[in-house]
């Protein structure tokens, strides 16, 4: 079975990397992925697109770095898609459930270095697997008390995230001209294979993401500037292109439920307009 490990950053990575390492030895049949599987030469949307097809559970790291990351948002929407939203779980390293708002808010959350919620997600893993894979509850039991300690000993090691402010910034024009251009390509290639088109879309998804994050970042160093004229611009900015940071945020989570031949023609996508203007 296979189980989808959503990261963003160091502290999430390494996160990942801790339940990665746990959760064969919790589970011998459980398969977890997680990107830095990726080769040399594969395409890497291609390869997470794939394997969110295929995946069973999913678990999405959050630290105080990723909540707004716009990989973060993309997967927990496709996962949300692919598989039962009871089978996605957030894992929250050292933050509170009540830190968390929507839209990663709607799933379960597992504090990470609290032991019953530990064992609370080894049961929802467990129940899904298959009937000759699942554990009893005494075995269940007893394979958590034998494997937790490695698992917490590798949390205390990881340091805590700190937010920090320094991330490239491409221009809104060039943003929406590269999403726009993407999507006129995708509806010329109507004659290719349906494995060729699905490959296309889950590109666009991850531009759409890069971009959202991008413009986020543009909207956040604006807010920060001081000179009162350049915030009364940034007021009539935001005001005409319509942005409101947490409704693109529910955007790219519903954005990876969209039905694929939605986004054969741009203009179909309702909840896309705000970033075409």
């Known amino acids: 079975m296979k189980v989808f490990l959503s990261w963003s950053g160091d502290a999430s990575l390494k996160v990942a990397e801790a339940l990665y390492d746990w959760l064969p030895d919790m589970f011998p049949t459980v398969e977890p992925f997680m990107s830095r599987e990726i080769a040399k030469g594969e395409s890497g949307r291609s ?6 097809e295929n995946t069973h559970v999913g678990i999405i790291c959050l630290t105080a770095t990723n909540l707004t990351a716009p990989w973060i948002l993309f997967e927990s929407g496709a996962l949300s898609k692919s598989i039962d939203q009871r089978q996605v779980m957030t894992y929250l390293f050292d933050l509170e459930p009540g830190q968390i708002s929507q839209p990663l808010s709607e799933f379960q959350a597992t504090i990470a270095k609290n032991e019953q919620d530990n ?3 080894a049961r929802t893993i467990n129940r899904a697997l298959d009937s000759n894979d699942r554990r009893s509850d005494e075995r269940l039991k007893r394979a958590f008390n034998k494997w937790w300690d490695d698992l917490e000993g590798k949390l205390k090691q990881i340091p805590d995230a700190i937010p920090t ?3 490239p910034k491409i221009s809104t024009e060039d943003a929406v001209g590269e999403i726009l251009s ?6 010329r290639h109507d004659s290719v294979s349906e494995r060729t088109d699905q490959r296309h879309i889950a590109e666009l998804r991850v531009q759409l993401e890069r971009y959202r994050c991008d413009l986020k970042d543009n909207i956040d160093a604006l807010e920060q500037e001081q000179n009162e004229h350049r915030r009364t611009i940034l007021s009539q900015h935001i005001e005409r292109l319509g942005l409101n940071i947490s409704n693109i945020n529910r955007q790219i989570m519903e954005l990876g439920k969209l039905p694929e031949d939605m986004l054969d023609n741009y203009d179909q996508i309702g909840k896309l307009s705000p970033l075409l203007l």
């Not at 390869?47 to 969110?52: G, P, R, S, T, Y």
């Not at 993407?182 to 509806?187: D, G």
Request: aromatic letters at 6%; hydrophobic letters at 45%.
């Open 119 to 121: 064992y609370r997600l």
């Open 47 to 52: 390869v997470i697109a794939e394997n969110l």
């Open 165 to 167: 402010g320094d991330q």
């Open 182 to 187: 993407a999507i006129r390509s995708m509806s």
